[in-house]
DNA sequence: TCTTACTTGAGAAGTATTATCAAAATCAGT
DNA sequence: ACTGATTTTGATAATACTTCTCAAGTAAGA
């Protein structure tokens, strides 16, 4: 069994939740996708493979998996909740083109230390963070100046 | 005439709009309303006070702000948009309780230039961003400890 | 196996915001 | 100030995303 399945089961138990077949193809399903998808789009995709698990599910384990650790949701401008895996993943933060939707990802540590400061400054316990930079990636760049 | 009042007019006759007093009332009302205030809260605020202006006005109008110029749009996890006013404001990021809803504001040039570097690193052109640290204001967790 | 409690799918409901439309208001040119 | 074109307004419908409701189905533990 993988961990991410491990996690999640001990989260059930811990709940008294139930096992079912509909969250383990939804994990499935969701370890398979890109990072940072959305309920609408992981459904279309369970849909297009055969599944008859509703968009209700979809979207209530996606929160089950937020409680249990395995994921986060994150908010990008379009009015859509993206999910992304957490669990063994350090924490990093995000470049997001305006153009063509694409996602960077990165971590920068002399960051996260100014922002422990800046938290510190305000007496501020601070639980979760996030930092976006908006903008056009490199690709979108060249595709303008031809 | 404020300064806020001439960017709007500036704005108003650049793109062939018209100055109307619902306009110059939302304005008055943006600029004396707590900073990061939701369409609705502007709205009740505003209604509270006798004013007959629709809600789909003040959505329009804190539209026009945004484009104009004079405010921002932002969102805190909860689903609602706030504005704040932008002109003659440095750029700032925010620390927000998720307790009592309090947000401080804070400035730091390092993190900027941080934030640039990691832009420049992954060529990206960075139009906008935003840093939000969640977590429990130093109120909030004194009231926790008794 | 039985009972209890949780989960499911479908669609209704909710929330925040934008679109529609007819009536009213503003602006530019006279 | 008058007029006509265009914009703006308020009320409400519509939309987009997500959660809720409920009856029927299913898993867990005694």
Not at 24 to 47: G, N, P, T, W
Not at 48 to 66: H, K, M, P, Q, W
């Amino acid at each position: 069994m993988e961990k991410e399945e491990e996690l999640l089961k001990s989260h059930i138990t811990k709940h008294h939740l139930k096992a079912t077949k509909e969250r383990s193809a939804i994990l499935k399903a969701f370890l398979d996708s890109e990072r940072h998808v959305s309920a609408e789009a992981l459904y279309r995709q369970m849909k297009d493979e055969g599944s008859t698990i509703g968009l209700a599910t979809v979207y209530r384990t996606l929160n089950l998996f937020c409680s249990s650790g395995l994921a986060e949701q994150r908010r990008f401008g379009d009015g859509q909740a993206r999910y992304e895996l957490t669990y063994n993943v350090d924490h990093h933060d995000h470049l997001i083109c305006k153009e063509c939707d694409l996602i960077i990802e990165f971590e920068n540590d002399e960051i996260e230390a100014l922002q422990k400061k800046v938290a510190k400054e305000n007496n501020f316990k601070v639980s979760s963070h996030r930092l976006e930079l908006y903008g056009v990636c490199s690709e979108c760049l060249k595709e303008k100046s031809t």
